[in-house]
């Protein structure tokens, strides 16, 4: 059985859309921020850091954005979130680190770096549909980061282009509807 700690529209929605997309049997166990539950002695037992994502694999606790997407990616094959060639692989783990390294952290410091940061997606992304030929678990990464802050960047529509019609096509797929869905349903409370 899975079990997904998360906060609606955290890092945790990544998990939640990768989760959707490969049709897994899952229960979500919402965490709240404002009501340090992620602090809790209990939820610490789980992760000892304290944070969202965590997925519980038969009990086994699994963390981190990355290594929850990439093992659903390879426990769920049939999914095809996860290109079979080992260099397009490395290419998928590539942008991951990119994401979880540069994009995530962009905003705190400051917009103007979160600019740049996202003009160096723009440039990656190359007017490519998917991050890396075919769609991945690096698109459900990315996505999730440019949701979360493309307000906040203060730019007007058409600055990234490229991402912006990334944004569009993730928006259309069913497991991105169903899980934005789900979260709003529960309440964001999402950290400054």
Same mark, same amino acid.
């Given at each position: 059985? $899975?079990? #997904?700690?998360?906060?609606? /529209?955290?890092?945790?929605?990544?998990?939640?859309? @990768?989760?959707?997309?490969?049709?897994?049997?899952? &229960?979500?166990?919402?965490?709240?921020?404002?009501?340090?539950?992620?602090?809790?002695?209990?939820? $610490?037992?789980?992760?000892?850091?304290?944070?969202?994502?965590?997925?519980?694999?038969?009990?086994?606790?699994?963390?981190?954005?990355?290594?929850? #997407?990439?093992?659903?990616?390879?426990?769920?094959?049939?999914?095809?979130?996860?290109? &079979? /060639?080992?260099?397009?692989?490395?290419?998928?783990?590539?942008?991951?680190?990119? %994401?979880?390294?540069?994009?995530?952290?962009?905003?705190?410091?400051?917009?103007?770096?979160?600019?740049?940061?996202?003009?160096?997606?723009?440039?990656?992304? +190359? !007017?490519?549909?998917? %991050?890396?030929?075919?769609?991945?678990?690096?698109?459900?990464?990315?996505?999730?980061?440019?949701?979360?802050?493309?307000?906040?960047? +203060?730019?007007? @529509? !058409?600055?990234?282009?490229? #991402?912006? @019609?990334?944004?569009?096509?993730?928006?259309?797929?069913?497991?991105?509807?169903?899980?934005?869905?789900?979260?709003?349903?529960? /309440?964001?409370? $999402?950290?400054?």
């Amino acid at each position: 059985m $899975l079990r #997904l700690y998360l906060s609606p /529209g955290s890092s945790s929605m990544a998990a939640h859309i @990768a989760l959707h997309e490969v049709g897994a049997a899952f &229960e979500t166990v919402q965490l709240s921020f404002d009501r340090k539950e992620t602090q809790t002695p209990e939820f $610490l037992a789980i992760n000892p850091a304290g944070k969202v994502p965590t997925l519980l694999v038969d009990g086994r606790p699994l963390t981190e954005v990355a290594g929850i #997407l990439f093992y659903l990616a390879r426990r769920f094959p049939e999914a095809r979130l996860l290109p &079979e /060639g080992a260099e397009e692989q490395a290419h998928v783990v590539s942008w991951m680190s990119f %994401c979880a390294s540069s994009v995530h952290p962009a905003r705190r410091l400051g917009t103007e770096h979160a600019v740049a940061v996202y003009r160096i997606v723009e440039e990656k992304l +190359g !007017g490519r549909e998917w %991050c890396v030929g075919a769609y991945s678990i690096a698109d459900i990464h990315l996505f999730r980061l440019f949701w979360r802050f493309r307000n906040s960047l +203060g730019q007007p @529509a !058409g600055t990234f282009p490229a #991402l912006e @019609a990334h944004y569009d096509r993730m928006m259309a797929r069913a497991a991105v509807q169903r899980t934005i869905e789900a979260e709003k349903a529960m /309440g964001y409370e $999402l950290p400054a």
